[in-house]
């Protein structure tokens, strides 16, 4: 049996969330700004290192083994971790929770003398992460199916 | 020189804030539906502040982003717009405004909002990907039975949406799940390494890529689960009337293809059955034998038919859970039930084609006009109502559903 729920238990931001590329793009661009000296305050990127330090906070199971995380945002964050080659991606579940978390690190506090390979790899993540993001949507608008159980 | 896509979706951006703007001159039967227009507005104000941040200086990927998202956004936003502007329309209706959002306050919370509207295909539907409008409740009817009082009860189905959304559930079941997954797979794994060769079963839920292979097996169960807890709610909310209305819209459909996210029909209609049972409630005779199944992926599709029947399994292992789950939510909820004295009470006064009065609930209203819709000719006492039975009922329950909500109106404001 599983536990009655409450509705204060709340969700944050799900992957198919139409703010969620948004606040991608907006860290995106906090950090091409950053790479051309211009003064940052880095807000979407905090934001969307909250959302990724949501999002892996509490899998059950340690390291490889990790599991009862949403399997679409591991599927995406997995992918964009990948694309953006972070540290030389990723082989394992348990590598997905382990870049995720340090990225969420680096994204929530951006060091002050940060390099400019360092923003330069974050950019590089936060496009990733965009365009896994509206690939996933777009293919939930294919995925509706034209049937009387269209919702 | 400017990157012209850029400019482009600038552009568009700037088309959908013009149109949004044109939305809000209509006449809105109810605040709701503006509202909603607000969010959208400030949603696409974020994304023109956004595609102005990036310059020529900016990175060619950085652009492509920026567009490329709001891009995604005004393609999506045709969709929920429309949706807005048909909920100003008269074939809607309106009676059922007050009731259904009171039902959804008394589940989700007194900020919940609600917009009614219809939509030009032949099915229920509610949308899926707007979390930026939170705490709205979207309900659509095909638009030509959007002002048939007896499909109401499907609102309690769309109503689900929000209900899973708002209690967390796919946090609390994509745990049993995903094992459930594993087990069937492992159980099954001749079946599965003839489609996906040359993984290992120690892999399965350790190795990122083997993952892959089967969380569409997870995603449709998950989304199987969520539609069965729907039509529970729905169920729960407005007992029989929901097996009628459920059977009115959905009984016809006999030939297409399956669709991953639900059960196929015949199971669907016998777990309505099953659950209808465990809550206490009358099936009419042969209930699920008025539903068929529409085709499953065929032999070319092997993948996606043995993923499908894992996902079948992996819904059918939390069934029982959410039926549970749904019950103690509307208990816990205060929602009044629908009582056979009050239905019996009810379809006496629409027998005199007289609107009833002191109804506890919505359920009671429209089980009795099921109920009446149902029964042999001669339902009317004078003879003459009974010539055009469905128009004459239809204006009944539509006007005891006012007289109900301006009881409810008048208790809350005495």
């Known amino acids: ?151 | 020189m400017p990157n012209f896509v850029l400019q482009t979706v600038r552009s568009q951006v700037q088309s959908v804030l013009q149109e949004i703007d044109r939305l809000e001159g209509s006449e809105f039967p109810y605040q709701h539906a503006k509202d909603g227009l607000d969010e959208l507005r400030d949603v696409f104000r974020d994304h023109e502040t956004t595609l102005s941040l990036v310059t020529d200086q900016s990175k060619p990927d950085t652009i492509e982003a920026a567009y490329k998202t709001a891009f995604s956004s005004v393609k999506g936003s045709l969709d929920i717009l429309g949706f807005i502007l048909r909920s100003t329309n008269v074939r809607n209706a309106f009676e059922v405004y007050g009731p259904l959002l009171r039902l959804s306050r008394q589940i989700l919370g007194p900020t919940t909002k609600l917009i009614i509207s219809s939509e030009w295909n032949f099915s229920p539907f509610t949308f899926i990907g707007y979390e930026h409008l939170p705490d709205f409740v979207l309900i659509g009817f095909p638009a030509t039975e959007s002002s048939n009082p007896f499909l109401v009860p499907l609102a309690g189905h769309e109503l689900g949406h929000s209900v899973w959304n708002a209690f967390a559930c796919d946090t609390k079941y994509r745990k049993p799940i995903e094992e459930k997954i594993i087990e069937e797979i492992k159980s099954r794994w001749l079946e599965y390494d003839s489609v996906f060769p040359g993984r290992k079963p120690t892999e399965l839920n350790t190795d990122f890529f083997v993952k892959q292979t089967w969380i569409p097996a997870w995603n449709w169960a998950m989304r199987q689960s969520e539609e069965v807890f729907c039509d529970f709610l729905g169920l729960r909310l407005f007992a029989e009337s929901y097996l009628h209305a459920s059977a009115y819209l959905m009984a016809p459909w006999r030939e297409g293809r399956r669709s991953f996210q639900y059960p196929n029909g015949t199971e669907r209609s016998q777990i309505l059955v099953s659950a209808a049972q465990a809550y206490g409630m009358n099936v009419p005779p042969d209930y699920a034998g008025m539903f068929s199944d529409v085709a499953e992926p065929q032999d070319d599709q092997r993948q996606a038919k043995f993923l499908l029947s894992i996902a079948d399994e992996a819904r059918r292992s939390v069934t029982s859970d959410l039926m549970s789950q749904v019950d103690q939510i509307v208990s816990s909820s205060g929602v009044m039930y629908r009582t056979s004295q009050d239905v019996e009470r009810c379809k006496d006064n629409f027998k005199m084609m007289v609107p009833s009065q002191n109804v506890a609930c919505l359920a009671t209203i429209i089980n009795a006009a099921w109920e009446a819709l149902l029964s042999p000719p001669g339902f009317f006492k004078n003879p003459q109502h009974d010539e055009r039975r469905d128009a004459n009922l239809t204006e009944i329950v539509l006007k005891s559903i006012e007289v109900h909500e301006i009881e409810q109106k008048l208790a809350s404001h005495p």
């Open chain 1, 1 to 151: 049996m599983i536990n009655v729920m409450t509705a204060s238990s709340r969700c944050s931001l799900r992957t198919s969330d139409p703010r969620l590329p948004l606040m991608a793009t907006k860290a995106a661009i906090e950090f091409d700004n950053a790479l051309q000296g211009k003064v940052v305050d880095f807000q979407s990127a905090k934001r969307l290192g909250i959302f990724l330090k949501e999002s892996f906070a509490s899998p059950i199971g340690a390291g490889a083994e990790a599991f009862g995380l949403d399997l679409t945002t591991v599927d995406i964050v997995g992918q964009a971790i990948n694309d953006s080659k972070w540290r030389g991606g990723i082989k394992t579940v348990g590598d997905v929770v382990e870049r995720a978390s340090e990225i969420a690190g680096n994204l929530d506090c951006v060091p002050e003398n940060e390099d400019q390979a360092g923003l330069e790899q974050l950019r590089v993540f936060c496009i990733a992460l965009c365009n896994s993001l509206v690939g996933y949507r777009e293919s939930l608008q294919d995925y509706r199916p034209s049937s009387p159980y269209r919702r």
